[in-house]
């Protein structure tokens, strides 16, 4: 079961990268609702990663990467970023619903300007760990 988990990590990372963009077009054409189910959705997936990744790890550790030299410190500076702003996303991610579902928009719309391209950044980086890790 462990062996499957960064993998779905990966799977679970992509899907909410999908539905942060789907979210961010779709409140652009001024589609409120299904804006709001995508990005509870995208917020419930997340959850899910995080569930994921914190039994991945309670049961393996830490996972060295192998590999030396520019790939290396390539992979170290992803992590790092990814790492930083992963801390912050669940923050960021809470007020901005929050704000959003209690109808206060130009405060919602203020924060989701640093919200959204905060998550997508983690959720995308989280798919290029998972590669670099596990498939170079």
């Not at 804006?35 to 917020?43: D, E, G, Q």
């Not at 590999?67 to 801390?87: E, F, N, P, Q």
């Not at 960021?92 to 950044?121: S, V």
Request: proline share 2%; charged share 15%; with cysteine.
């Amino acid at each position: 079961m462990t062996s499957v988990l960064p993998s779905v990590n990966a799977l679970l990372n992509a899907t909410a990268a999908l539905l942060l963009i789907w979210g961010y077009r779709l409140i652009r054409r001024k589609q409120i609702d299904t804006h709001r189910k995508v990005m509870l959705t995208a917020f419930g997936v997340s959850c899910a990663f995080l569930l994921c990744y914190l039994m991945y790890h309670f049961q393996v550790g830490s996972v060295r990467f192998q590999k030396t030299g520019l790939i290396r410190t390539a992979y170290l500076s992803i992590l790092a970023t990814h790492t930083v702003l992963a801390a912050v996303v669940p923050v960021l991610a809470i007020i901005t619903l929050r704000r959003g579902l209690a109808a206060r928009f130009d405060r919602h719309r203020r924060i989701a300007r640093w919200t959204f391209p905060i998550w997508l950044y983690v959720s995308v980086t989280g798919v290029i760990v998972y590669l670099m890790l596990y498939h170079l």
